[in-house]
């Protein structure tokens, strides 16, 4: 819900700006470990649109996978099922570099 908010602030702050009438999309970019279930955030992001000039935008959701860097080789992977461990040289010192992002990619408006 406080993600649906946050993303319908931004998008119609953004419309404002741009002095248009009404937002058309939000297209969005949500690292997979935000655990956003789509259905339920295009949910919540169209009952808090009503009324607003954003009423009845669609919401395009981009999820990026998580993916780890590894401190000892740097070798860059994707990690699955939250197992923070480098395939390369398995160890366990392995820092986030994607997953955790949340943002408005861009938004159509008219
Ligand atoms: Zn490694």
């Not at 419309?15 to 009438?21: N, T």
């Not at 009845?56 to 860097?69: F, H, R, T, Y």
């Amino acid at each position: 819900m406080t993600i649906a908010r946050s993303i319908i602030d931004i998008a119609i702050a953004a419309a404002e700006k741009a002095g248009a009438r009404r937002v058309t999309r939000v297209n969005v970019i949500a690292g997979e470990l935000r655990g956003i279930i789509p259905l339920q955030l295009t949910y919540c992001f169209g009952l808090m649109a009503e009324n607003t000039i954003a009423s009845g935008a669609q919401l395009g959701l981009e999820i990026v996978p998580v993916s780890g860097k590894c401190r000892r080789c740097d070798e860059t992977f994707v990690v699955k099922e939250y197992r923070y461990i480098c395939p390369k040289c398995q160890s366990e010192d392995v820092q986030t570099v994607s997953g955790t992002e949340l943002r408005v990619k861009d938004i159509e408006v008219e």
